[in-house]
């Protein structure tokens, strides 16, 4: 008997009503999910809270609607006045209407496709949604749901237990730059506009994004750049001589490199010291995000000028809360700066996704020591089996070599693998009987098509599969986050699905 449960879908994971993953069983319903079909999205109650729009949020939307008499409007409840007045401006032409009403605040325009899609992709890129837990309590209080959720939450002082986590990580680091946000790409935006600001000041608008990143700080870093010529993509996280040139020819206008450290999907690693020496030569910053291991598996706060992290992962391993960090290296020449600025432009958890986060936190520790030891095994297995074409993890020996340099040990290696078939896709997937859907850095593992479902745009066309093809990206890979289970069982149903 399978030590995984199917799961429906739709199917929120985990359970809980703020769950950030949902459950898509089959290719089928991957595809349907990303084209909108209805037979595939009438079953999806939630999803991750960045792409499909909170129940609750939704419910206070239509609330807002009736009371403020903006009936044929579409209205977007944000975390702040500033995220709605942000967002307003970024619609321009759409003539949005400001919200500030029973101490939410919001945008909402004319029902019309195109804004919407626009409304709805800046959100999701600068993470400016509501939190799910806000418009919950909103509900309670109007006596429009009965309760909220059942969960355990932290009693005493959240911030406090979360930083000293946090501070473990970062030693470095005071409380002053630990700085906790909304969500991780809030965290991304503010950092990034923080810098972004700064440098143009200087003359330095250009920004050079090393390797294939997460879709949405691919998006802020191309689309927010001062003019498009300033996004500069260098592909192979190894070619350090592509970088030199570039920052030889034009490094007086460079504001700053962006990486991640290892990225996703691909779970390469650049030489971060050569890559931050090469950044401080030239009057260039760096932003290093170390999410997809966890920074309790690399050492990455001496290479940059700030660190961006989603605490989604690892550290609310219990897969239900949303929320970010940026972190200040304090040795870094605008540090005073960064953290006055950084934290005028986060937007700040609420107060009850923190105590949630709180009363997880101290499980983030023996999450990673628990998928540390896991993830050799698995890779070890799926290496060795002839329907697997090509594994990719931390040690790799593409970039073994740099992620050893930043591993807090050789056995920190995180919890990612990414791999491709040698069988069809929708036979292996359809089969598996490991939870199926987005995010990782549970205690629960979760495996997707990550390509499909973070860039289906591309993997329908054939310009966006050779797009794909120049950096290396199969459009079937898939994305297995490990999670606390036995190896033994996680291995039995990677087993059976590729008999």
């Not at 550290?315 to 006055?340: C, F, K, Q, W």
């Not at 628990?370 to 993890?393: C, G, I, K, M, Y």
């Not at 999670?483 to 291995?491: K, N, S, V």
């Amino acid at each position: 008997m399978s030590a995984f449960p199917p799961l429906p879908l739709g199917q929120r994971i985990p359970p809980s009503v703020h769950g950030v993953s949902c459950s898509l069983p089959t290719l089928r319903a991957v595809i349907g999910y990303e084209e909108k079909d209805p037979e595939i999205t009438r079953h999806l109650t939630s999803g991750y809270p960045r792409f499909v729009v909170h129940p609750f949020c939704r419910q206070l939307a239509t609330l807002f609607a009736q009371e403020l008499g903006l009936a044929g409007h579409a209205i977007w409840l944000t975390a702040s006045q500033r995220s709605a007045e942000s967002l307003a401006v970024h619609l321009g032409a759409a003539q949005p209407t400001r919200i500030n009403h029973d101490g939410l605040h919001g945008v909402a325009h004319p029902e019309n496709p195109e804004f919407f899609a626009r409304a709805k992709t800046y959100l999701q890129h600068t993470g400016g949604f509501l939190s799910s837990r806000e418009a919950e309590d909103h509900l309670v209080r109007r006596g429009l749901i009965p309760a909220a959720a059942n969960e355990a939450l932290h009693p005493g002082d959240a911030l406090a237990t979360v930083r000293a986590v946090l501070r473990k990580a970062y030693p470095t680091a005071g409380d002053a730059d630990l700085i906790l946000t909304h969500t991780g790409m809030s965290a991304f935006h503010a950092a990034w506009r923080a810098l972004s600001d700064l440098q143009a000041a200087r003359g330095r608008t250009i920004w050079i994004q090393v390797g294939w990143l997460y879709l949405d700080t691919i998006a802020i870093v191309k689309k927010f750049a001062a003019r498009p010529q300033d996004y500069v993509y260098l592909p192979d996280v190894q070619d350090l001589g592509a970088l030199s040139r570039l920052l030889a020819e034009r490094g007086d206008r460079v504001a700053g490199i962006v990486t991640e450290a290892p990225t996703n999907p691909l779970i390469q690693t650049a030489d971060l010291a050569a890559l931050a020496a090469l950044a401080r030569q030239h009057g260039a910053r760096v932003i290093l995000d170390p999410t997809l291991v966890s920074p309790f598996n690399v050492e990455v706060l001496p290479h940059a000028d700030l660190v961006v992290n989603s605490l989604t992962k690892y550290a609310a391993s219990e897969g239900d809360v949303i929320a970010g960090a940026i972190i200040v290296n304090p040795a870094g020449p605008d540090a005073a700066h960064l953290r006055t600025h950084c934290t005028l432009r986060a937007e700040s958890i609420y107060r009850r996704d923190l105590a949630r986060l709180a009363a997880q936190i101290g499980d983030y520790e023996p999450v990673i020591a628990r998928t540390n030891a896991t993830t050799p095994q698995v890779v070890s297995f799926l290496e060795h089996h002839p329907r697997v074409r090509d594994v990719f993890w931390s040690l790799h020996p593409a970039s073994r070599a740099n992620y050893l340099k930043i591993a807090r040990s050789p056995a920190h290696v995180g919890a990612m693998v990414t791999f491709t078939l040698r069988m069809p896709l929708d036979r292996f997937y359809d089969r598996l009987r490991i939870p199926k859907g987005p995010s990782f850095g549970m205690k629960t593992s979760l495996i997707s098509p990550f390509i499909y479902l973070a860039h289906y745009d591309l993997v329908t066309s054939e310009a966006g599969r050779a797009e794909l093809a120049t950096s290396g990206l199969n459009p079937e890979l898939l994305r297995l986050a490990i999670g606390c289970e036995d190896p033994a069982d996680i291995i039995a149903a990677l087993a059976e699905a590729l008999s």
